[in-house]
């Protein structure tokens, strides 16, 4: 807080306060797009995961507050293995965490450089998730989870 606000002499009981009310207009504002919901009906019953480089109990705050958290089964954290994405021991864990080789296993990211590279250099099927639907590293490549089931079969 005190970085954003350039005041290094902002006292700690000041920089919690701030934090404190960031977080709150934070989590109030946090929706997921219109397109996710309808997309995990979809895939209802099959394995789905989580592989997130944010802090556990923040990202299940958010799939707790969208009512998304009911759909995964599997959720793995940097700080359960010790590093994020882009490591391959992030994806390795979720692959081993769901119980499926990662040839078998399917990775949907928004990021070209935290996702779709290292997904698809582990043999995954790496889909990048562009909502201009552009990729550089070509397809598979969807602009709306809407697509999503189509791709998969």
């Given at each position: 807080?005190?970085?954003v606000f350039a005041a290094p002499e902002m006292s700690d009981?000041?920089?919690d306060a701030r934090y404190r009310v960031f977080i709150r207009e934070y989590?109030?504002?946090t929706r997921p797009f219109d397109d996710a919901e309808p997309c995990l009906q979809r895939l209802a019953?099959?394995?789905l995961g989580i592989i997130s480089n944010g802090a556990r109990k923040?990202?299940?705050?958010?799939l707790q507050r969208a009512g998304l958290l009911k759909y995964f089964s599997v959720m793995v954290y940097s700080e359960d293995v010790g590093q994020g994405k882009p490591s391959h021991r992030?994806?390795?864990e979720a692959c081993r965490r769901a119980g499926d080789a990662y040839a078998q296993c399917v990775h949907?990211?928004?990021d070209l450089e935290a996702d779709v590279a290292p997904s698809r250099s582990l043999g995954m099927r790496g889909i990048h998730l562009s909502r201009t639907g552009e990729s550089p590293l070509g397809p598979p490549v969807i602009s709306t989870l809407n697509n999503l089931?189509?791709?998969?079969q």
């Open positions: 807080m005190r970085e009981d000041e920089a989590e109030a504002l019953g099959q394995p923040q990202q299940i705050g958010k992030i994806f390795l949907i990211g928004d089931t189509e791709i998969l």
